[in-house]
């Protein structure tokens, strides 16, 4: 089947793509994805469970892997403006694969809560992900030439993701320093955050990487970069609803003009 680039192959993979997406959205309704201390799989009985720094690294390594491999197969690899968006895809999941789990301040004791199902659907989204931006980029994206650096779409969209990435990097680092440096098991798990994007919700850090995709696909304008912030949308809207009514359960002065995610609306 083809419908948008011309090649059977791709175009199927991004229509299945946009089918597990909503899927993805809809199970987002029923309990977020079981990693991390509040919404692990602890309760659950049997199966492989990681620690969170070994659970991220994990899931997230084919991001940092499968992008590079096809982007180098492709005709246009070495032209300026997917060199570009190359150095921009390697900065940001060497973050999201590396840096922010080493950086990570688990709690003593914490029992392995990531489950081997998230870290499967993370790998088939990475997959995804990666094949996705990285063929249209070098393959079958024709508007990549010099020009498209002057192109509004590509300034305005890498505007859009500077500010998500610097919001989503400003507040996992107020979140990291919520516990103490040296492993403290007697100081509390969690606490309320304050400052920067927590004046207005309670996960600017998911509000940050949704506007970082949201700028990604502006400034490639492809669909394959729209796949993923379907994703993450899907993901991290309802994820944030969770913690959010989490706070309010676990916190009796949780500042009630915080909203979930949205400033303002949600
Ligand atoms: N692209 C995507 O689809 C996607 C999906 C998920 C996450 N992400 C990104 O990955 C990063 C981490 O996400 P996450 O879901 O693990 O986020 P998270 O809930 O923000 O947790 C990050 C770290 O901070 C700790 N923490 C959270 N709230 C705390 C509090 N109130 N007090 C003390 N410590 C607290 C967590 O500990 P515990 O583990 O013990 O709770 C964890 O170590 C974020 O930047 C997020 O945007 C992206």
């Not at 508007?143 to 890498?158: A, E, K, N, V």
């Not at 989503?168 to 040296?182: A, E, G, T, W």
């Not at 502006?218 to 669909?223: A, E, F």
Request: glycine share 12%.
């Amino acid at each position: 089947m083809t419908w948008y680039t011309g090649d059977a192959l791709y175009d199927t993979l991004l229509l299945i793509g946009f089918g597990y997406a909503l899927l993805v959205f809809a199970a987002s309704f029923v309990g977020t994805a079981a990693y991390g201390g509040r919404f692990g799989s602890k309760g659950r009985r049997g199966g492989v469970k990681l620690g969170s720094r070994a659970g991220w690294i994990i899931m997230e390594l084919p991001g940092l892997l499968v992008f590079p491999v096809i982007f180098f197969m492709g005709p246009n690899a070495y032209e300026a403006v997917p060199l570009f968006f190359l150095a921009v895809w390697m900065f940001h999941y060497s973050n999201r694969a590396l840096v922010t789990p080493m950086l990570m301040r688990v709690q003593p004791g914490s029992a392995a809560s990531f489950s081997l199902g998230v870290i499967i659907a993370g790998w088939i989204t990475l997959f995804l992900h990666g094949y996705f931006n990285a063929a249209y980029l070098t393959e079958f994206g024709d508007q990549y030439t010099r020009d498209w650096f002057q192109d509004p779409r590509f300034q305005i969209g890498l505007v859009i993701y500077l500010f998500g990435f610097g919001l989503n990097l400003h507040s996992d680092r107020i979140l990291r320093n919520l516990r103490p440096k040296q492993p403290d098991p007697d100081a509390p798990r969690y606490r309320i955050p304050y400052g920067g994007g927590f004046r207005w919700v309670t996960c600017p850090q998911y509000l940050g990487e949704i506007l970082s995709f949201t700028g990604f696909a502006v400034m490639t304008w492809n669909l394959g970069a729209v796949f993923v912030l379907a994703m993450t949308v899907g993901n991290l809207v309802p994820r944030a609803l969770y913690t959010h009514r989490w706070f309010h359960k676990n916190f009796d002065d949780y500042p009630p003009e915080r909203r979930a995610i949205f400033p303002g609306l949600l």
